[in-house]
């Protein structure tokens, strides 16, 4: 059984910096891009950053130039290092895998529960 554990969440002051990981774990045959998601109170959950096996970034608008997400093939671990946040940075994050089980041949998407942040003074 696969799943992804988020941590690291928590309340921040504006300007301050956090760090979120996620880690898989359970019977992983190959993972493909991992990515940070999140969803504030009564908004669509968006993408804020995604990145692939060999390393290839991509991120939101928003997070560009204060987040960065970063990745450990070998411990199956993804993080966002947040910086500079601010109070519409709020929102619970939640990590995502393109993730392969051992014994498929498929690649299936996969979520953790979710850690909120939140940036208030």
């Known amino acids: 059984q696969v799943q992804l554990v988020e941590s690291g969440g928590g309340l921040v002051q504006p300007g301050g910096s956090l760090r979120l990981s996620c880690a898989a774990s359970?019977?992983?045959?190959?993972?493909?891009?991992m990515s940070w998601y999140r969803q504030a109170s009564g908004k669509q959950r968006e993408l804020v950053a995604g990145?692939?096996?060999?390393?290839?970034?991509n991120y939101a608008d928003s997070a560009k130039g204060r987040f960065t997400i970063s990745r450990d093939n070998a411990k199956n671990t993804v993080s966002l290092q947040m910086n500079s946040v601010k109070p519409e940075d709020t929102a619970v994050y939640y990590c995502?895998?393109?993730?392969?089980?051992?014994?498929?041949?498929?690649?299936?998407?996969?979520w953790g529960q979710g850690t909120q942040v939140t940036v208030s003074s």
């Open positions: 990145i692939t096996y060999g390393g290839v970034t």
């Open positions: 995502n895998a393109d993730l392969r089980p051992k014994f498929s041949s498929l690649y299936e998407n996969y």
């Open positions: 359970g019977s992983i045959g190959g993972i493909n891009v």
